[in-house]
C-alpha cells in the first residue's frame, strides 16, 4: 500500500474514537482504573515509610514494624509475582535472505510489466508513480515465477515458493538455537494468500519430521498484521502448555497474488510486495532465561471487522473480468489510524508510567466533556519504548506514524531502510528491521522494543520486546551482512 496514491492522510492523533465504535467508554475506564491502581500502590508506599518513620521515632512495639513490612511485601512484591504472567522468551530469530537471481530492480519491474499483454500503458505508467513514490529501492526481490512472462501463479509454483522460503529460514533457526525439530511442540505458520491442503504447517512437520504431538496451526486471510498475531498466538498457548518450544515461521507467497488486470486500487500491491520469511523460536522454559535475547513484555491486539467501512476497506476479491486482486479503498489509512488509536490506548495503559497515563486521562476527558476542540496529550512512548519497528506499507506511512507518535528523526529509520533494501515484507518485514537494529547494534541489554503489526480486517497487533542480554557480532550474520554498512541512506 501507498499513501500517496489515496486521497486520505492517515491520522493518529489521540481523539477519543467516534460514536460508533466499540467500546471507547470501557476503554476510557480500563484506563483510569489502571492509573488510580498505580496512584494507589505509590500513595499506600508513602503512606508505609510514614508511618514507619513515626513507629521509629515513638519506639513502638516491633510488631507494628511487622505489620507494615507484611503490607509492604504484599503490595510491591508478592502480589505481582502471583499476577504476572507466564514469561515468554525469544531465544532467537531468523530472516531470509533470497538468491540474488531473485533481485528485481524497479526498471526491470516496469520492462516486464510492459511485456505482459494484461497490462496496458496508463495501468504500467500507473505502477511506474507508484514505485517512485513508494520508497522501495534496486535490490528486492521477487520469486522466480513472477519472472516469468507472463507470470506463473499456478499452485504448483506456490507451492516451490513457500519451500523456498520457508525451509532454509527453518533450518537456520534450528542451526542457531541448537535444537532439534523434534523438541518443537508449537508450530505456527502465517500466510495471509495462500492456504493449501495439506496446510503450510504440515509442509513443515513433514519435510522435518516433526513429531505427531507437535500442536500446529495455519493462519491465513489476516495480512501484513498476521506475523505478529502469529507471536501474540503462541504466547497465549505458551500459557497453557509449560516447558515448551514453539515456532512462529511468518511469509507471503507473491505467486499466487499476482495482479494481472487493469484497475489501480487492486494494482498497488503488485508495485510494493517483495519476497520475505522469517522464523522465531519462543519459549517458556527457565533455563532459556540466560540464552535468549529477549522477553515479551506486552502484547496488545485489536480489530475493528465488527465496521462494514472497516472491514471492507482492504478487500480480496474479484474485478470486472473475473480477475482476482485485493481491492485497496481510499479511506484505508484512515481506517488503520482508528485501529491504531485504539490499540495505542490499550498498550499505553499497560506500559506508560503514571504520570504520563495520569495527563493522557485529564486531556481525554477534558476533550471528551468541556473543550472539544482542544488536542488530546500525546503520551510519550519514548519514556518507556527505545527502539520502533513500524510497519513498511511505504514511506509515507511509515513517516505518518512515526509524527503521530511523536517520534525522532532517526527512530523511523529501521523501518524507511528495510522498505528500501528488501520492499514491503508483509508480515516478516518486522524481523527485517529488527535485524537491522541488531546488525547496526542499536538494540542494548534492558532496552525495550515496540514491533508494531498491522493488517487487513483490519486488525493491529503490538508486541513490546525488552532485550536481555547484549546483542553483538550481528552485522556479519543475517540479511544484512552484505549491505548493512551501506546504510542508512537517504530514500
Known sequence: MTADSLPIPLSLSMEPLSKANHGPHSLLFKHLLSTLLEVLRLSTLALVISLEAIFILQKWKPIFHFLLLSIFLFIFIIEPYFLSSTPVYLVDFSCFKPPNFCKVPPSSFLENASKIGSFDKESVAFMAKILTSSGIGEETYLPPALHCIPPKSHQQESIKEAEMVLLPIMEDLLSKTKISPQDIDILIVNCSGFCPSPSLSSIIINKFSMRDDVRSFSLSGMGCGAGAIAID???????????????????????????????????????????GSAAILLTNKNEARKSSKYKLFSSVRTQRSFEDKSYMS??????????????????????????????????????????????????????????????????????????????????????????????GENEDEAALMTLHRFGNQSSSSLWYELAYMEAKGMVKKGDKVWVLGMGTGPKCCSLVWECFRPIVDESSKGPWADSIDRYPITP
Open 314 to 407: 482492504a478487500f480480496r476479491e474479484e474485478d470486472s473480468e473475473g480477475k482476482i486482486g485485493v481491492t485497496i479503498h481510499s479511506d484505508v489509512f484512515q481506517v488503520f489510524g482508528e485501529v491504531l488509536r485504539f490499540n495505542i490506548k490499550i498498550l499505553g495503559a499497560q506500559i506508560l508510567p503514571p504520570l504520563e497515563k495520569f495527563w493522557h486521562g485529564v486531556s481525554t476527558i477534558r476533550k471528551r466533556f468541556f473543550e472539544k476542540s482542544r488536542e488530546i496529550y500525546v503520551p510519550n512512548f519514548k519514556s518507556v519504548i527505545h527502539h520502533f519497528c513500524l510497519p513498511t506499507s511505504g514511506r509515507p506511512l511509515i513517516r505518518e506514524i512515526a509524527k503521530g507518535l511523536k517520534l
Open 233 to 275: 498466538m503462541a504466547q497465549n498457548l505458551l500459557k497453557v502448555h509449560k516447558n515448551s518450544y514453539a515456532v512462529v515461521l511468518s511469509t507471503e507467497i507473491l505467486s499466487t497474488g499476482w495482479y494481472p488486470g487493469h484497475e489501480r486500487s487492486k494494482l498497488l500491491l503488485n508495485c510494493s510486495f517483495r519476497m
